[in-house]
């Protein structure tokens, strides 16, 4: 009665929604092809591999367990591979969500919550990026991600299908439990890589720019602290099954830091020098990304509590040094 079908629950965020989700009283199904996620990762509930493009695979899902929700976060999100490899982008992330969206209507789970991205909005100079600004984005995965969105903004009116999108600014950190992590193969994030540097598990980090109009150079982002993020997706989701409306929100501190601030906290808590090279820009980096919104406090009582850079580095660097999944 309380499932909540967790597509890309084996990934970073979807594992440890599956943490939160069981710990607010659902059961989380996690549906995912495994190809970048980690069956070890799945640990609060059953999985069923599939790929969100055999609708044949979902519908019987959905027939099993008769969610009462999706949460979608299965997608492919690097933005330098969608500049080089786009056609993935739109397959993987555009194609296989509008067949996970039509399987949910047939199924008539009419409750959706997705994980979108600022990389929506695109660069936007001297811009506050709260929910009504304009998206321009810059890069094929902001693209396949804004194209997601449009398809569940016209599924409403057709077909019932409300929805919470969230719009994440970049996420960090780890269950401070140890439970679940971060890990991707390759890994591009920035605090992974630069663990993986301080660690010795790769020579250096290269700075992707430092020649942004910023004050020193580097791209700035802001960092919110995954457990945050999916207690949101929590509140998201009880949004919902209240009934109250389709809405989008931003997720993010409103606090900005640069590629060279991260460094600086990162040897702070390491206590460890960051070996780095400077390098050239990485294609589809936007300059600036940070979050001038309030809106997901005010309307759905979102408390971000770890999300400063400090606990952020702190939990991904004890889940660095844990061991991680067996592979
Ligand atoms: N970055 C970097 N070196 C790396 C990885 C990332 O300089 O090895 C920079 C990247 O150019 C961006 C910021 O760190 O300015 C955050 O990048 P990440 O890939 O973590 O997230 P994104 O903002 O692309 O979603």
Redesign the pocket.
């Known amino acids: 009665m309380n499932n909540v079908l967790v597509t890309g629950g084996a990934g970073y965020i979807g594992s440890h929604a599956c943490k939160a989700l069981r710990a607010a009283g659902f059961t989380p199904v996690t549906f995912d092809n495994l190809i970048t996620g980690w069956q070890d990762a799945v640990k609060f509930g059953p999985l069923e591999q599939g790929d969100l493009l055999d609708r044949a695979r979902l519908d019987a899902v959905f027939a099993q367990y008769r969610p009462v929700a999706v949460m979608h976060f299965a997608a492919l999100?690097?933005?330098?591979e969608s500049m080089q490899d786009p056609g993935s982008y739109w397959r993987n992330n555009v194609s296989g969500s509008l067949t996970l969206i039509e399987a949910a209507v047939a199924a008539q789970c009419l409750n959706f919550v997705f994980s979108s991205?600022?990389?929506t909005y695109g660069d936007q100079d001297n811009v506050v990026l709260d929910e009504n600004s304009a998206q321009y984005p810059i890069n094929a995965?902001g693209a396949s991600k804004r194209a997601i969105e449009d398809i569940l903004k016209d599924f409403e009116p057709a077909h019932g299908l409300r929805h919470v999108i969230f719009r994440y600014f970049?996420v960090?950190g780890a269950d401070p439990e140890g439970e679940v992590g971060e890990f991707h193969r390759p890994e591009?994030?920035?605090?992974p890589?630069?663990l993986d540097a301080i660690d010795g598990k790769r020579d250096a980090?290269?700075?992707?720019?430092t020649d942004?109009p910023t004050p020193d150079g580097?791209?700035?982002?802001d960092y919110v602290h995954v457990c945050d993020l999916v207690d949101a997706h929590v509140l998201g989701l009880k949004w919902l099954l209240a009934g109250k409306a389709s809405q989008v929100f931003n997720l993010g501190t409103g606090s900005g830091f640069s590629?060279r601030e991260?460094m600086d906290h990162s040897r702070e808590v390491t206590n460890r020098k960051v070996p780095f090279a400077e390098?050239p820009?990485?294609p589809?980096?936007?300059t600036k990304?940070v979050s001038g919104s309030t809106r997901a406090e005010t309307d759905l009582g979102w408390r971000p509590e770890r999300s400063t850079l400090k606990d952020m580095i702190t939990d991904a660097w004890r889940w660095h040094q844990s061991g991680h999944y067996n592979r």
């Open positions: 999100s690097q933005v330098g991205t600022c990389a995965y970049n960090a591009t994030h920035l605090i890589v630069l980090l290269t700075i992707h720019g942004y580097t791209c700035i982002r590629v991260v390098g820009r990485r589809g980096d936007c990304l």
